[in-house]
């Protein structure tokens, strides 16, 4: 159980360093769909088929929307030789990342080993909660009653990110691009 | 244990695409991993080893389920996720359409 | 935006109405199956996504649609938030409180409110994927290169 997940985990991290290193920006987020389609079989695998329905569908259209930008584009990520700048940006990710791995080794002691989870709020929401909520399905029954602020603010969320998408894509300025950024170089 | 290693290694390749990367396209396909690496985190914590899909059948009631409680916060994430990263690419298209470049240091030098 | 050829119009009017139909099961039987409002919604945004790419501009005038669609996304928001201040009007006052009678679990009319949430939280999903995807396809073709 835990080897099958290890061994899929370990495609999903080829798959995202070729993915952060391709030349090509189409082959880059095609090796994209590598992580998310392997992600459906983890969920699978751990027993979560709503989760297994939502993302393979979610992939699929985030997929599609990536594409629709990059063929736009000329496609290349234009490699310049690595100059100081990039020499020590590069350097302080590396110090970051050691720094966080040392942080979640001293965290993951506290952690119970896969398949033995302890969590406090396990128990009054698995026992007695399809006769409470009346439903079968205790995702459901979690999501709109038990936690029913949370789906409310996740409604809320996503009415605002459309706003914000028909804000930037259909609203018009003058003439061209944008009308301040224009107007700022007028007079300067 | 060694899958939550490996899903901490998913998310740390993510964050080191985000620093390193000018590419504006690249930038938003590592935020993408960085956040299924966290559902993936998610999912792990709640599994129970022996366990069966929190489906509950009345004429069986005796089993042991997955915690519900983890797959419910991720359910709303996953759609959550699409729609950001969505606006994120809206905001990208635009600034290709106005600099014709998606290279972040070159933005920084046609200003004004 | 110009329709493909003639074997992937056909082909997505053969599929698309099955994976409109299971996408509506996934909703309606979300309380019993696995699935529900998030799921179902998605799977309906992605059959219209495919009519979309199928067809173009031929099926239906873009713009007209993506008025439309706007007014159903706001109208879903508001009911979903409408039937939880109905948890505070009846019943115990308390906010999103299950006020109609549960039934027994496993049936397909059961479980009070948790239906009506359901499919009101589908339909709003699949209309805000929806725009998404079409405010995108129309900015492409209103300003090419």
Redesign the interface.
Known sequence: ??LA??II??F??LG??Y??HAKD?LS??IT?GI??YS?VI??LL??????A???I??D???L???V???L??SRE??FSRLDLS?RI??F??LV??GI??YF?VIA?EN?D?????T?R??AP??NG???K?????????????F??????G??????T??I???A???IKGKKE??GL?KE??AK? | ??????????F??????V???R?L??I???L??ME?SA??FF????????????????ADPDKV????????????A??????????L??????I???YNT??IREIRNLR? | MKGMSIIVKKTAQLISGMIFIYGIY?IVH???????G??GG??L??SL?LVT?AYGEEFFKLVREEMGT?IV??LA?IS??LI?VGGFLFGSKI??N?FLP??T??ELV?????PL??IF?GT??AS??F???L??????EESP?
Do not use: W
Not at chain 1, 46 to 51: S, V
Not at chain 1, 113 to 117: F, K, M, R, T, V
Not at chain 2, 1 to 10: D, E, N, P, R, S
Not at chain 2, 78 to 87: E, R, Y
């Open positions: 159980m835990e997940i290890c985990t370990g999903m991290i995202a360093i993915a952060i920006l880059a987020v994209c992580v998310g992600l983890c969920f751990l027993k979560a088929p709503d989760l329905i939502v993302q569908v979610v699929t259209i985030t599609i929307i990536m629709a930008v990059v736009d584009s990520e234009r990039g940006t590069a302080t990710s970051v990342i966080l791995l979640f993951a952690l080993a896969l398949g033995n989870s969590l709020m396990a929401y698995i909660a399809a006769e909520t009346g439903s079968a399905n205790l995702v459901t029954g979690v999501v709109f009653d936690r029913g602020y949370d789906t409310m996740e409604a809320v969320v996503l009415v990110a459309v914000g998408v028909l930037v894509l259909r691009g944008f950024l700022d170089s300067a | 244990m060694t899958a939550y290693y490996m899903c901490f290694g998913l740390l390749v993510g964050l080191y695409g620093i390193t990367r590419n396209v690249k938003a396909i590592s993408s991993i299924i559902f993936l999912a792990l914590i709640g599994y129970i080893s022996g366990g069966v899909a929190p489906i509950v059948n009345p389920y997955v915690d519900p409680l983890p797959q419910a916060l991720v359910l709303t996953i759609v959550i996720g699409l729609a950001t990263t969505a606006l690419l809206a905001v990208i298209i635009r290709y359409r106005k998606f290279d004004g | 996934v979300g309380h019993l199956t696995p699935g529900g998030f799921a998605v799977i945004a992605g996504i790419l706007t996304e706001s928001t979903v938030i939880a906010f999103f299950n549960r039934g679990v496993g059961s479980a009070g409110v948790l949430y359901n939280v709003e999903v805000s994927i725009i998404i995807f405010s995108l396809i129309i900015f492409k290169k």
